[in-house]
Each structure stands twice: as C-alpha cells, then as structure tokens.
C-alpha cells in the first residue's frame, strides 16, 4: 500500500496508515528520496503512529531513507513510535541509532523549525 | 475462540499476514497489548527468516495450556538449506543474509521460552512461547 506524501513548504511528511510490506517500505524509500530532490526539501517527517510492529527490515529500511535524505542535506524525523513498539524494538534490538525521533507530528514540525530557523532565515 | 492459526509463508506479504493473525489470537486470548506487540514482532521476525533463508515455509501459532497459565506457542518450519552452526547463529550480530534480520539472539529475547532445532539441508524449526502473566 502506498504511503501518501504531503509537501508542506520545505518539508515533506510521509504517513504511514497500515502495515507495510517489504516491497511497501522500499516503494517508500524510493518515494521519499525523490521527492526530497525534486522539491528540494530541507526536512522530512515520516509518522508510524499507525504501525503496530516495527520489525527489522522496517527499522533498517527508516534508518536507511534518514541516511540518504541527510546526505541530500535534508533531515528526517520519525514520530508517533507507539510505547508498545519500542519495548518491542529495545528488546529485539533495534536502536535506530542516529534517526532523530520525535513524540508526534507537532513535535516534528517543531523540532524541524528550530533546526532550519537558526540557519536559513528564509524559512 | 479460534485456538490454532497456520500461515503459510512464501512471500513478504505472507509475514504481515502471520503477525496480523497472530496478534488477533493472543489478543483474543487475554494478552495485554504489549505482549501481544511481542508475539507479533516474534512472528515477523521468524517469518522474516524464512524468507530469507528458506523462501518458503510456515509458522503455527497456537494456544497451550500449561499446569497454571495459559499461553501462545509459535513456531515456525521450513525446509530450507538449515542452519549449519545453530550456536553460533544465536549470538548477537550473527547474520548470513547480508544483515537482513537481527537473527535469532533478538528474537530469544521477546520471549519466555525459545527452541530451535536445525540440521543442515534438513530444514529449521523454531518454537517460540510466550505465557500470560
């Protein structure tokens, strides 16, 4: 299933609404990618409040789409990781290290504004 | 109730199946919903392996009865090449598939009890439980 894509100024936001398939996450690692070259975004929030299981492909996958959207200069932030999914991912291991996570939407949108205002005062 | 599922599990859509059906029977069986987080993300993973490894194979999940609690068995078989050094397989990092998958150390820990039994071009079968607190 496709995870729609809303550009908000310089910002892209993915939302997740089901589960998503292997082919699912790589469909939206390319997606994303290439939205943030075409319109030229500075940030991206990808939002999983709606995943109820966080595996190892699907954090490899995030952790992955963050790595490539930072070496386009742009920074992602994954919110809404529900309480149950990160006890899961703790013990199974998953870190997600060096992904900026946030508790929801809002936050991301905040956290994303304090990153660019201090830099680029167009934003 | 219904107390046993089996997912046959040949393709990426089949482990989302597995978890799905899995979680709807250990919520239906009283699991609260974290627990029942963990036996989806066991099935995930142990279905993520078969993929991998095995291509096809299938994952069990059903209701035990122990002497005074009740729980959830998973298991998942194929009859993939098996794993030629199962202890080394079950130390963290340990990974033949290009990283796909933290392997088997991960999974052991969403658990309570965990079995794998492997022999080489024989297939694997791993027996996951989890019992209700």
């Known amino acids: 299933m496709d995870v729609p894509i809303l550009k908000q100024g310089y910002f892209l936001i993915a939302t997740v609404q089901s589960a998503l398939t292997d082919s699912d996450l790589l469909q939206l690692r390319s997606a994303l990618v290439q939205r943030v070259v075409r319109c030229r975004s500075r940030g991206v929030i990808v939002d999983v409040t709606s995943l109820d299981v966080m595996d190892s492909f699907a954090s490899r996958t995030l952790r992955d789409i963050a790595q490539m959207v930072r070496l386009r200069g742009a920074k992602m932030v994954i919110v809404g990781i529900q309480p149950e999914v990160a006890f899961a991912m703790v013990q199974l291991g998953l870190k997600l290290e060096n992904v900026t996570t946030a508790l929801d939407l809002e936050e991301g949108l905040v956290h994303l504004n304090q990153e660019f205002s201090s830099t680029d005062k167009r934003l | ?133």
């Open chain 2, 1 to 133: 109730m219904e107390d046993e599922i089996q997912v046959p599990i040949n393709s990426d859509q089949d482990i989302i199946v597995a978890r799905q059906k899995g979680r709807s029977l250990a919520t239906a069986l009283g699991f609260s919903s974290g627990d029942a987080t963990l036996i989806a993300t066991t099935i995930s993973e142990l279905a993520r392996n078969i993929v991998a490894y095995a291509a096809s194979g299938n994952i069990r999940v059903k209701v035990i009865n122990g002497s005074t609690r009740q729980g959830i068995q998973v298991i998942a078989h194929d009859d993939g090449p098996g794993i030629a050094d199962v202890q080394r397989a079950m130390h963290d990092g340990f990974s033949t598939s290009g990283g796909l998958g933290l392997g088997l150390p991960g999974v052991k820990r969403l658990v309570d009890e965990f079995e794998i039994v492997s022999e080489e071009n024989q297939g694997t079968t791993v027996t996951a439980k989890k019992w209700k607190p």
